[in-house]
């Protein structure tokens, strides 16, 4: 499974941006699609996932300000961020888990910056 991530960018706080990922190859074998993201010293952390039957999670951190949605095509997926705060500065890595849950790929990192 490839995945391509777009989107991204430098915004001031209170902006939006929108993420997209797209998945191609066996999609057959992943259990949904998300985001992690990963800030200088800092873990990575999930930011959101939907799964192929259309549940979603949140960090607790992002909800009520960012939604998880897929596309028509199902091997997409969009992440719209609103109400960006400085604290959502980090590198943002599309995810795909396996059926089993036991794997994981990835995407390209994308870089979101917001400025206070």
């Known amino acids: 499974v490839q995945l391509q991530a777009s989107g991204g960018g430098l915004v001031q706080a209170g902006g939006s941006l929108t993420l997209s990922c797209a998945a191609s190859?066996?999609?057959?074998?992943?259990?949904?699609l998300g985001w992690y993201r990963q800030a200088p010293g800092k873990q990575r952390e999930l930011v959101a996932i939907?799964?192929?039957?259309?549940?979603?999670n949140y960090a607790d951190s992002v909800k009520g300000r960012f939604t998880i949605s897929r596309g028509n095509a199902k091997n997409t997926v969009t992440l719209q961020m609103n109400s960006l705060k400085p604290e959502d500065t980090a590198v943002y890595y599309c995810?795909?888990?396996?059926?089993?849950?036991?794997?994981?790929?990835w995407g390209r990192g994308t870089l979101v910056t917001v400025s206070s």
């Open positions: 995810n795909a888990p396996t059926t089993d849950w036991r794997y994981d790929y």
């Open positions: 190859g066996n999609i057959l074998s992943i259990s949904g």
């Open positions: 939907i799964t192929s039957g259309g549940n979603t």
